[in-house]
Each structure stands twice: as structure tokens, then as C-alpha cells.
């Protein structure tokens, strides 16, 4: 989880839980569901080829040097760029707002 | 061909399409041209029952409707163009049993063009291995369409397919857009119909989201274009409406029981794709290639020239001497040779690269170089093209069409020709042999294969930096995607190789083989001709040397070699002289630069005859020849150390091969690309071989 400060009123420190896991935050081996928030930002091919909201998606390798990622999702084995990636949300499982 | 009905063959990559293919048509098939575009078309004849015939096609595999390279469009520019010799009666979609969700996508949006259209699930001898299994009858109702389940590779299914494919007629139409239409806008789309009340609604909807490929519609849909960002939105939303319907339709009629799935993909895959010994295999195989070219090819290359050599040889005994005579034994003939001595080296190269494209390597290969390669400006994808590049460039440039970011492709096509080809290999060997002493360094290499393999490294080194630097100067905007499908694993079909081994060696021995010979025959003429003292010259020289007591055969050659001097060729290369003066060189190797333009390995047999030397095969000859040669200036060795090195140089550098620049002007459809590589490729060239030249002598 990462977080960001967002300066708030008079001395209040606010912390608000953002969500950045995206298909190139997991672990090899490791599985998450294709979120359904933001999903225009899923490339048209890509959605074609089965990388659909909701859909669960396992990374199954990543190249020497960190870069393509090797997935699949609904059944389609696919390698993708990080960039692409990156831009794809994962549903957050463990929603947690905290304010502090 | 109108008493046969048109079938096109459509599907994903990777389902099997191409053997269904060959199943079908055997050897009855041809590749020609889509009207207008470079890619390939497939065709071949079958007969479907005792009264119907059938031409098929074999359209490029694609995910989607919606194109994204320049192959993929054609499946879209055929369906869309009613009018067009292509035009199916009916289609025949080709599924795999396995990636039967995302092959159904694309075949909704077939279907939704309303052509009869017969859905074959392919591989299904694999289904009792994946623990698949499909409730047919179903499928049929739920897509209104036929199902058939086929095994291209057992044979099983086909004529039952054959069946159904030759009467179109009784085939359903499942036409279902308007029940996406509905749940995206309702209003858009009426509002969309108006455009053309008469038209499908998918068909204009695809007129509009489609409107760079699909340049020739009529109607005016500039109101629908305003808004890019709520079109690709209801693409969006399509696709997910699609793939939806699709879900549903498969709860009902497709099992999967994972417990029986075999894991060989996965354990390959950790081998493949592994950091270190991905890599250590993939040099293996690459190794394999390079020995398999230049060692192995060699022998029929050996034959081939020897063939060819003969041949003029004899035709020049036994027909009378003349002009006709001439353009067969010294144009046609080494022409014709000059291709033909290429297809063991690209033949063999073809073999081995179908065997790792069908086997489903190659896509691992993508996925471990392309983070490298894209430093430099190029893609995963390059790697094929400058693999292909040591056998010839031109097959090369043409295999970049499966790139799809145009600036990845056009760097790749400008690059590749700096990769060391087959006809630069004669060139470096002579020379090699005159000015490198064959000796042994460090016990165990020899020098002189030290110099070629430096060589190499120096070309494809060439090929990187200059991607490099392309990356850095082309400012295009190139946003695409890179998607690759993984295929599983499988064993190639021969057969399939063989096909493609066939067809890609045609392609190039036409392609090519039209340039080169009809540049060798203009080279032909140029080194005939002249002007109108050149036809005395023959006489004088016999009068002056008369007196020399010189053998028939001495004579002969010397005036063969004055004769060079005279001709056209020869006055081009007096008028060269000066500006290849500074690389080292006179006007014969000026002559034999300029003639390297029909194919690099003419170089040889142009000093060959520059040098009056009788038995152009004999390499060994023209070896003692050269190595012979007096430079008049200095009284040295013409092919001293530093001259030898400024040739090489200038080879591996320069773009001397009319028959690239050619394709390329094709790829790219324009004359700007070769110009530009011309010419870059030309200044790199003269200046590296300068600074040899001037540094070493």
C-alpha cells in the first residue's frame, strides 16, 4: 500500500490510501482481478484479446530486465510491455481507508 | 473462376488456419497480390462436393476486426468491399478448440456482416487431453450458426465441412449487433442507420470506427467523427457487450476440467524464458542458423555456380558468335545464376525459422529480446527481420509487417541491410584471402575466420547504432501496442513448413530475380557498348600488338580487357576515378562498385573480366590475379592491406543492392526511405572506407 500526504486544513495531516496496483504490481505467480474502475484506459486490442474487467489475471514470468510481462487472462497467454502494464488496475481487495 | 463459389478462410493467429488450408487445397495453390497493398494472398482450389468447387482464401490471422497492422486490415478490406473478386460467398471461421472464448469474438463481428458463415473448431484431438469438452448442438442454436469439429491434422471433420461449405445458401445468419447497439446508444446508432438506411448498421458503424483503413466508402459520416474519445468508448463497450454474450453462451455449452490440463507449456516456458538459459538457447539456435547457412548451403551453392558457369561456358562454344549470342552467355545466363544461387541459403533459412514460428518459439524470443532491442529504437519483433538480414534483406524487410508501431518497422527496414547478407560473403572472402595471412592467433583461431566473424559484428553493430540513432532523429508519433499472443507449444507440421519454404523462396526468386536480371542484363549492355571508338578499339589493339608474337589466348584476353576500358562501364568508372581515389581505389574497382549494384557478388566477376581473366569460377585464379595486380602509382601491390580493408569496409557499410532499395520503396511506399538509405548508408560507407584507407596506407 502506498500512500501520499495531501496537506490538509490547519495542521491536520490527512493519509489517504490510493490504489496502485496494476497487472505490473504483481509477483510472478501471483493472480488479481482486472478492475472495473477506469476501464477506457484498457487498449481496445487488448480488451479483444481477453483483458476484460473482472477477468483474472496471473503473471506468469517477466523478462531479463524487468520488462515485457508474460500473463494470461481468460485464457489468452499474452505478453505485454510494463508500460501497458502499469496502466492496468487491479480491484484493490483490501480497500482501507485511514485517517488518522 | 466464377463456376466456383469464393470461400475465405478467417480466424485468430495460431488456430490451425494455415494447415486447415493446406488440408483443403493440397498443392493447388497460389500466393499472389490484394489489390493495392504488399501483403501476400493465399489462394488455392478445392472441390468441396462432386458438383461444387470451391477457390479459397487464406486471409492473414487477426484478434479482431479492427485491424492494428497493416495484415491484420485485410480480413476487414475484403469484408467490407461487397464488390470485390474476394468477396465470400461464404466464410469459413476457424477456431481452436482451446482459445474458443477469444476466437468467438472475432467471429461475432464476421457474423455480424452477414455472410454465411461456418464456424470449424480446429485441434479437437486435443480435447480429451485439456479435459474439453462441447456440447455442439447447443453452440449451433445459442450462435445460429453451424459448428463443425475438425482436426486439420487428423483429418477428421473435413468433409463433413466441406459439406456445409458448398451450400451457402441453407447456412443461418446470425446477425446480432443491434442487441449490442441497444445497450450502448440507442439513439447514436438510429441516428448512424439514417447515414444509410439500406446499409447493415455494422457495416457503417465499421465505415466509421474504421474510416483509415476504409478509404472508398461513399457516405459522409463526418458528423460521427467529431467525437474520437466517445467512439473508442463504444468500442469499448462493444467488445465487453460481446465478450459478455460470448460468457453466456459458453456456460452453457463448454466445459473445462482443469484437473486433466498437462503443465508441458509452463515447464517449457520456465526453460525458454529463463534470464540465463533463454539466452544461452536462443545463441544455440542461432549458432544452428549461421552454421546451417554458411557451411551447409555452400555445397549446393558450389553446385549451382558451377552449373551456371558451365553452361554459359558451353553455349558460348557451340552458338555463333553475336550480339545474341552475347547478352545470353555474359547477361541472361549469370543473371539468372546470380539469383539462383541464393535459394539454398534462403531456402534453408526459411526452413528453420517456420520450424521455430510453428513451434511457438519464436514468440519467446520476442518476449526475451524486446526490452534490449527497444533501446535501440526497434521491437521484440525485430529480431526475426535481422536474423532473416544474414541470408538476404529483402525477405527480411518483407517479414517487418508483423510490427506494428510504424516507427519500430521503418527503423527496423532502414537498419537491416547493414546486417552482413549472402552476397557480401564472395566479396569478403576474396579479399580477405589476398590481404589477411592465414595463420593461427592464440593457438586456435585462425585469422582470417577471425576478420569475417569481425565483420559480422561490425554489420549488425552498424545496424543497432544506426537504429539508435533513427530513434533519436525520426520524430514520428508512434503510439501502438505491443501485444504478442504466447502460443502453446507444438510439434511443426512438415508439411506446413514445407509450404512456407516453398512459397517464401518463390516470392523472392520473383521479387528479386526481376531486378537483378534485368540489372544484370543493363550492366551487360554497359560493358558491351560504347561509343562509337569503342568498336575500333579491337582492331587497333590487334595491329599494335601484332608484331608481340602473343598466344591466340593472351590476346584474346587482353582485348577483352581493353574493351571493358572502352565501353560505357569503363568510361563510368574512368569518371569515378577521382572521387574513389581518396578510399584507394582506381577506376577498375570504380567499375566493379558500380556493377555491385545489381547484387554484391557481381564485384568478383567483374574484376574477373577487368583483369582479363579467363575461368571466372575458378576462385583461385582470380585470387592470383588480384593478389598480382600492380598499382601503376606506386609500384606496390594494388590490393595492399590498407586498399583490402577499405573495401571491406565500404562493403559492409554501403547499400549496393537495387533489389533492396526496390522493396523497401514497396514497404514503405515511398521514395524517400530508400533515397534516404541510399544515400546515408552511401556517405557512412566512403567515409569509413576514407579513413581506412587514408589511416592504414
Redesign the interface.
Same mark, same amino acid.
Given at each position: 500500500m502506498h500512500f501520499i500526504r495531501v496537506p490538509a486544513l490547519a495542521g491536520i495531516v490527512v493519509l489517504k490510501s490510493v490504489s496502485l496496483n496494476t497487472i505490473a504490481s504483481l509477483k510472478i505467480g501471483e493472480s488479481g482481478i482486472i478492475s472495473d474502475e477506469n476501464?477506457?484506459s484498457?487498449?481496445?486490442?487488448?480488451?479483444?484479446?481477453?483483458c476484460?474487467?473482472g477477468v483474472e489475471v496471473t503473471l506468469?514470468?517477466i %523478462?531479463?530486465?524487468?520488462?515485457?510481462m508474460?500473463i494470461v487472462v481468460?485464457?489468452?497467454?499474452? %505478453?505485454?510491455?510494463k508500460e501497458?502494464a502499469s496502466k492496468i488496475k487491479l480491484m484493490n481487495l483490501e480497500t482501507q481507508d485511514c485517517e488518522r | 473462376m466464377k463456376d466456383s463459389i469464393q470461400v475465405s478462410l478467417i480466424g485468430n493467429p495460431n488456430t490451425g488456419k494455415t494447415s486447415l488450408f493446406n488440408r483443403l487445397t493440397g498443392l493447388n495453390q497460389k500466393v499472389g497480390n490484394y489489390p493495392g497493398i504488399t501483403v501476400d494472398k493465399k489462394q488455392g482450389t478445392c472441390k468441396l462436393t462432386s458438383e461444387v468447387k470451391a477457390v479459397i482464401t487464406d486471409l492473414p490471422g487477426t484478434y479482431s476486426i479492427n485491424p492494428t497492422s497493416i495484415d491484420e486490415s485485410i480480413v476487414l478490406k475484403v469484408l467490407n468491399n461487397t464488390k470485390g473478386e474476394n468477396y465470400p460467398d461464404v466464410i469459413l471461421f476457424v477456431a481452436d478448440v482451446e482459445n474458443l472464448k477469444r476466437n468467438l469474438l472475432l467471429f461475432t463481428q464476421v457474423q455480424d456482416l452477414g455472410v454465411p458463415t461456418v464456424l470449424a473448431i480446429n485441434m479437437v484431438d486435443e480435447m480429451g487431453k485439456k479435459g474439453i469438452s462441447i456440447d455442439t448442438e447447443q453452440l449451433e442454436k445459442e450462435l445460429q450458426t453451424k459448428v463443425v469439429l475438425v482436426s486439420a491434422k487428423k483429418n477428421d471433420g473435413i468433409s463433413e465441412m466441406k459439406e456445409l461449405l458448398a451450400n451457402p445458401a441453407s447456412l443461418p445468419l446470425g446477425y446480432n449487433f443491434s442487441s449490442i447497439t441497444a445497450k450502448i446508444n440507442e439513439q447514436y446508432f438510429s441516428e448512424l442507420q439514417k447515414v444509410n438506411p439500406n446499409a447493415s448498421l455494422y457495416e457503417l458503424w465499421l465505415s466509421v470506427t474504421q474510416k483509415s483503413f476504409l478509404t472508398n466508402s461513399k457516405e459522409d459520416f463526418s458528423s460521427f467523427l467529431d467525437d474520437v474519445t466517445q467512439l473508442k468508448k463504444y468500442q469499448q463497450k462493444e467488445t465487453i457487450y460481446r465478450y459478455q454474450r460470448i460468457n453466456e453462451i459458453l456456460k452453457k455449452t463448454y466445459t473445462l476440467d482443469r484437473s486433466k490440463a498437462t503443465d508441458v507449456r509452463s515447464r517449457l516456458d520456465r526453460i525458454f524464458t529463463h534470464k540465463f538459459f533463454g539466452y544461452f538457447i536462443f545463441f544455440g539456435i542461432l549458432l544452428l542458423i549461421f552454421q546451417s547457412i554458411f557451411d551447409w548451403a555452400t555445397v549446393p551453392m558450389d553446385y549451382i555456380d558451377g552449373v551456371f558457369g558451365s553452361l554459359s561456358e558451353s553455349l558460348k562454344a557451340q552458338l555463333p558468335e553475336g550480339m545474341f549470342t552475347s547478352l545470353l552467355t555474359d547477361g541472361v545466363i549469370p543473371g539468372i545464376g546470380g539469383v539462383v544461387i541464393f535459394i539454398p541459403q534462403i531456402a534453408i533459412l526459411f526452413f528453420l525459422i517456420a520450424i521455430l514460428e510453428e513451434s511457438g518459439y519464436m514468440s519467446r524470443v520476442v518476449f526475451l529480446m524486446d526490452k534490449i532491442m527497444r533501446r535501440f529504437g526497434l521491437s521484440g519483433k525485430s529480431v526475426i527481420p535481422l536474423i532473416s538480414g544474414t541470408a538476404c534483406a529483402i525477405p527480411a524487410i518483407m517479414a517487418t509487417r508483423t510490427i506494428t508501431s510504424w516507427k519500430e518497422r521503418l527503423i527496423t527496414i532502414l537498419v537491416t541491410p547493414f546486417t552482413t547478407c549472402s552476397a557480401r560473403l564472395p566479396v569478403y572472402a576474396i579479399l580477405i584471402a589476398i590481404i589477411i595471412p592465414d595463420k593461427k592467433v592464440f593457438g586456435i583461431f585462425n585469422l582470417q575466420g577471425l576478420t569475417l566473424l569481425g565483420l559480422y559484428v561490425l554489420g549488425f553493430s552498424a545496424a543497432l547504432i544506426a537504429a539508435y540513432v533513427l530513434n533519436k532523429v525520426l520524430k514520428m508519433k508512434s503510439k501502438s501496442l505491443f501485444v504478442i499472443e504466447m502460443p502453446d507449444y507444438k510439434i511443426p507440421s512438415l508439411k506446413n513448413v514445407l509450404f512456407s519454404v516453398i512459397e517464401k523462396t518463390k516470392s523472392f526468386v520473383f521479387d528479386a530475380g526481376k531486378i537483378i536480371l534485368s540489372i544484370s542484363i543493363i550492366l551487360w549492355f554497359l560493358a558491351t557498348h560504347g561509343p562509337s571508338s569503342y568498336y575500333e578499339v579491337e582492331e587497333k589493339v590487334k595491329t599494335e600488338l601484332a608484331s608481340q608474337n602473343l598466344s591466340e589466348q593472351e590476346l584474346e584476353q587482353l582485348i577483352a580487357s581493353v574493351k571493358m576500358e572502352n565501353s560505357f562501364i569503363g568510361i563510368a568508372g574512368k569518371t569515378i576515378e577521382p572521387v574513389v581515389k581518396p578510399m584507394g581505389y582506381d577506376w577498375k574497382l570504380g567499375i566493379g562498385l558500380i556493377a555491385s549494384f545489381a547484387a554484391r557478388e557481381v564485384f568478383i566477376g567483374t574484376l574477373a573480366t577487368i583483369y582479363s581473366i579467363e575461368g571466372v569460377e575458378d576462385e583461385g585464379t582470380i585470387k592470383e590475379r588480384m593478389q598480382a595486380e600492380i598499382n601503376p602509382d606506386t609500384g606496390e601491390k594494388r590490393f595492399d592491406f590498407a586498399t583490402g580493408m577499405s573495401l571491406l569496409i565500404f562493403y559492409v557499410f554501403a547499400m549496393q543492392c537495387m533489389a533492396t532499395l526496390a522493396v523497401v520503396k514497396r514497404e514503405t511506399k515511398s521514395w524517400k526511405w530508400p533515397v534516404v538509405q541510399l544515400v546515408a548508408m552511401g556517405i557512412i560507407a566512403y567515409s569509413s572506407a576514407t579513413l581506412v584507407y587514408q589511416f592504414l596506407s
Open positions: 476501464k477506457h484498457i487498449p481496445l486490442k487488448l480488451l479483444e484479446m481477453g476484460l474487467p506468469l514470468q %523478462a531479463p530486465l524487468n520488462d515485457p508474460y481468460n485464457g489468452s497467454h499474452l %505478453a505485454i510491455r501497458t | -
